[in-house]
């Protein structure tokens, strides 16, 4: 059975496989998998409800395996990357479903180094995890084993956010971020304060199932509203987890991550710090993007979406600059994955440093319009195994030629079958889009 998608395990937290039995036999293969030295396994989680009980059941299996677990409580997920890659544990866990609603969850896997795991370990810890359940394997009684509070650790990752930029620097100015009652809710508000920002904070009000519920990364548009209320000098939205972040300019204009990889790739550029000169962008950065790195000389390398895979083409083409237009943006030079708070500083450093505002360094991108539908399926058939969809992408690849695109995938978290398309008339990509779902959509029944 495929337990990994685009981004650890991820599904209804009520359902099999985040019952506590198979949840404790995941915690329990990690563990006897792990080949790294250290103390034991890190463990963050965001705000939904069904996070403490899903860590209690990764704690007894992983215990059962020998090993120990230091709690973190709630914590964004770049924290645990970042903590791992400064101390010395064997392994770490977020236990977390991103932007989804509170009913979902999910269980992020990280390596010592605070990377995020490769497909071939994902794929042997999966085998593993198989053969357990199939021969209905008992999992071993828990040793006696000593575990952690992680409370005074968390303090080394606000310590690493107040770093990366100089202090004060947000003296007089005034700052929207929407928490999305998730893992950012009490960081993101110190770190920022602590900085002279004078803050409107949104959504940090976390119940368990209020995260990411009408805000957030998915929702900016309360942000805008109360940046241009408060004529504010900017704001931003995190998703539930704090690894992605979306933009509002001070204009109340909405800027995803295509807009703050293009002003990042051009400033690192101006700074002779652009590592080979190479942006590493995703399968759906926008072609304005595009067009925009290429007037300015800038090599873009792009990946399939998901920051692991970012991260895996930074390594592989030696650059230091990375991310999706969802928000997930790589600082190779600070951390190995995408962190949300990281990123708004990266930003607010930028404008502050060059005495602008969002609105103005952003103008030299013009995106195309895009479409993006995402489509409820039963079943993720190949899309290459639907012939009349092919046909119909074959024929609207043909029409846009060089001047848009279509890209048809299944999402890797969700039953979703993903539309986008690009192109110089909206009007006419919406009905492209369309008619592709719907073909799609009917074909996947027939085949049912």
């Known amino acids: 059975m495929k337990f990994f998608g685009t981004d650890g395990i991820r599904g209804n937290a009520g359902q099999f496989p985040f019952d506590n039995n198979t949840v404790s036999f995941l915690g329990y293969v990690l563990a006897k998998n792990i080949k790294s030295k250290g103390k034991g396994v890190l463990i963050g989680r965001d705000t939904r409800e069904s996070g403490l009980r899903i860590f209690k059941a990764l704690r007894k299996g992983i215990n059962s395996a020998g090993v120990s677990v230091t709690d973190l409580g709630v914590v964004p997920t770049p924290a645990v990357s970042y903590l791992l890659k400064n101390n010395s544990y064997q392994a770490g866990i977020v236990i977390s479903a ?38 209905k394997r008992k999992l071993p009684q828990p040793k006696k084993i000593k575990n952690f509070a992680g409370k005074n650790i968390i303090k080394q990752y606000n310590k690493f956010l107040l770093s990366a930029v100089p202090a004060d620097m947000l003296k007089g100015k005034k700052i929207v971020v929407d928490c999305a009652n998730g893992a950012s809710h009490k960081i993101a508000a110190d770190v920022l304060k602590k900085l002279k920002a004078e803050l409107i904070v949104l959504n940090d009000k976390p119940t368990g199932r209020n995260i990411n519920l009408q805000c957030g990364a998915l929702h900016p548009q309360k942000v805008s509203e109360v940046v241009k209320s408060k004529k504010a000098f900017c704001g931003f939205a995190y998703d539930g987890d704090a690894d992605r972040i979306i933009f509002v300019d001070d204009k109340g204009v909405i800027r995803d991550g295509d807009y703050f990889l293009a002003v990042a790739a051009k400033y690192l550029k101006e700074k002779k710090q652009l590592k080979n000169n190479t942006l590493v962008v995703t399968v759906m950065a926008n072609i304005g993007l595009l067009k925009a790195m290429e007037e300015l000389g800038i090599t873009t390398v792009a990946a399939k979406v998901g920051d692991r895979y970012v991260y895996e083409n930074l390594i592989k083409h030696n650059a230091v600059l990375g991310g999706e237009q969802s928000g997930h943006i790589i600082f ?106 719907e073909c799609a959509k009917k074909e996947i029944k027939d085949n049912l």
């Open 332 to 437: 190779k030079k600070f951390l190995d994955t995408g962190d949300g708070i990281l990123s708004s500083l990266q930003m607010l450093k930028i404008l502050v440093e060059k005495n602008t505002t969002l609105s103005e360094i952003s103008s030299f991108v013009k995106k195309y319009p895009q479409i993006l539908i995402n489509e409820k399926v039963d079943k993720k058939i190949p899309v290459e195994s639907l012939p009349k969809t092919s046909a119909l992408i074959k024929q609207i690849e043909k029409k846009l030629g060089d001047n848009g695109r279509i890209l048809v995938r299944y999402s890797g978290t969700e039953n979703l079958l993903r539309i986008m398309i690009e192109g110089q008339n909206k009007i006419e990509i919406t009905n492209m889009a369309k008619s592709v779902s």
């Open 98 to 135: 991103s932007h989804n609603p509170y009913y979902d969850n999910g269980i992020k896997f990280f390596n010592s180094k605070g990377m995020k795991l490769s497909d071939a370990v994902e794929n042997k810890l999966e085998y593993e995890i198989n053969k357990f359940l199939n021969e």
